[in-house]
């Protein structure tokens, strides 16, 4: 069966010290893998899309990274701002399956 | 300029009541969607449309029915609400369906049934 595991499930980092997150995924074709962010009462904002094993796509702090069976989202020197849910989610034929989330909070 | 924008954000009713969620996107898109997230932040689709016509149809009970009168709308009416229908939905929408396509969502609508 096609899923999407992220870990961890929240993570608390002090303003400036970098980490990953994880997406771990199962599927038959690889249409994509997705990255999100959600903050309290929004919806989710979409950050990158990956299509290929070895691609990497940058947004200011953020970096995501792909694999053949996971994707990580590496995230450098983060700031309070950075601080919200991500999202990864990958496509099961034609619906678009989520995990569900890291929680990120970043600490001055 | 809102993208993708549904009405309203916060809904408060009773058992037993019918209530409507609109939804309008003016990106162009084709494809627009109903995803449900539950209180452990869990996103599911509901529904998709492609140019008014039903292309997704998860497993929903038919108290849920989504209408869709052009292709920048998607709204969704819910008959008889139930506690468990408490969740947040999102409107949603892609240029075109199908796989590798990406989504962009709404702010949400909160829906509270008491």
């Known amino acids: 069966e096609d899923q999407v595991t992220q870990s961890p499930e929240a993570l608390r980092l002090q303003e400036g010290e970098s980490s990953s997150l994880n997406c771990s995924y199962t599927?038959?074709?690889?249409?994509?893998l997705f990255w999100y962010r959600q903050d309290p009462g929004k919806g989710p904002e979409f950050l990158f899309t990956l299509y290929s094993a070895g691609e990497e796509k940058e947004k200011e702090r953020l970096k995501a990274t792909l694999t053949k069976k996971e994707s990580f989202l590496h995230i450098t020197a983060p700031k309070p701002e950075d601080s919200a849910t991500y999202l990864c989610a990958v496509y099961n034929t034609d619906k678009l399956i989520f995990g569900t989330g890291t929680r990120l909070q970043v600490f001055p | 300029d809102t993208a993708v924008s549904q009405t309203p954000k916060y809904l408060v009713t009773q058992m037993g009541n019918d209530k409507s969620i609109k939804c309008e996107q003016n990106l162009g898109h084709d494809t627009m969607y109903w995803y449900k997230q539950d209180s452990k932040k869990f996103l599911k689709i509901m529904f998709s449309?492609?140019?008014?016509?039903?292309?997704i149809n998860e497993t929903v009970p038919n108290r849920f029915s989504p209408k869709s009168p052009d292709k920048a709308h998607l709204n969704l009416h819910i008959n008889s609400l139930e506690l468990g229908d408490s969740a947040v939905y999102f409107c949603?929408?892609?240029?075109?369906?199908?796989?590798?396509?990406?989504?962009?969502f709404g702010e949400g609508s909160w829906l509270t049934v008491v």
């Open positions: 949603a929408s892609s240029q075109f369906k199908g796989a590798g396509n990406t989504i962009y």
């Open positions: 449309y492609n140019n008014k016509e039903l292309i």
């Open positions: 599927v038959s074709g690889l249409r994509g």
